[in-house]
T-cell receptor, first 111, second 115 residues
Framework: GEDVEQSLFLSVREGDSSVINCTYT??????LYWYKQEPGAGLQLLTY?????DMKQDQRLTVLLNKKDKHLSLRIADTQTGDSAIYFC???????????FGAGTRLAVHP | EAGVVQSPRYKIIEKKQPVAFWCNPI?????LYWYRQNLGQGPELLIR????????DSQLPKDRFSAERLKGVDSTLKIQPAELGDSAVYLC?????????????FGPGTRLLVL
């Protein structure tokens, strides 16, 4: 079935690294995505990874993909207060452009 | 470049009333999506358009929901009549309709509260 799961909440100290985890179910997904949602706003694409890759780095963001375990993670280095938001993991179902989202992980950054 | 525009941003109605949401996608984007986001959840696809054709409406509750994209640009999503459980954020997104990956760009959403 279609199910993307994420932990609901993460609290980190400013300057530390944050790691947000996600598991997905569709092995035929070709891309996996991370979106960010700030209060009252729509979703902003942060990064994506192709399913035949196991790592992608983009400035402070590192995405790790374990295809065997269907596990995806997003690491944010040097987390800042502006990173406080809800982070959504998504897979494109069956390789088509139908995104299945997790429930989101709320990241709280404290001084 | 302007992003995806949605209006209204907020809507409060009483149950059994009709309501409509409007979306203007990014210029040149052929594919348009409507999502519903319930409180504490991720977005769920309601309908996807390729130009003016609805290519995936399997999750649209057709007894009360309807959508149109007559000229393949703007789109309207309607609920008639609204129920209490329809309270949610309705998000519109668009993408170019080609390329891999096909990045979806989201609007700010319309927050609907049904009383």
């Amino acid at each position: 079935g279609e199910d993307v799961e994420q932990s609901l909440f993460l609290s980190v100290r400013e300057g530390d690294s944050s790691v947000i985890n996600c598991t997905y179910t569709d092995s035929s997904s070709t891309y996996l995505y991370w979106y960010k949602q700030e209060p009252g706003a729509g979703l902003q694409l942060l990064t994506y990874i192709f399913s035949n890759m196991d790592m992608k780095q983009d400035q402070r963001l590192t995405v790790l993909l374990n295809k065997k375990d269907k596990h995806l993670s997003l690491r944010i280095a040097d987390t800042q207060t502006g990173d406080s938001a809800i982070y959504f993991c998504a897979e494109n179902m069956g390789g088509y452009n139908k995104l299945i989202f997790g429930a989101g992980t709320r990241l709280a950054v404290h001084p | 470049e302007a992003g995806v525009v949605q209006s209204p941003r907020y809507k409060i109605i009483e149950k059994k009333q009709p309501v409509a949401f409007w979306c203007n996608p990014i210029s040149g984007h052929n594919t348009l999506y409507w999502y519903r986001q319930n409180l504490g959840q991720g977005p769920e696809l309601l309908i996807r358009y390729e130009n003016e054709e609805a290519v995936d409406d399997s999750q649209l509750p057709k007894d009360r929901f309807s959508a149109e994209r007559l000229k393949g640009v703007d789109s309207t999503l309607k609920i008639q009549p609204a129920e209490l459980g329809d309270s949610a954020v309705y998000l519109c997104a668009s993408s170019m309709g080609q390329g891999a990956p096909e990045t979806q760009y989201f609007g700010p959403g319309t927050r609907l509260l049904v009383l």
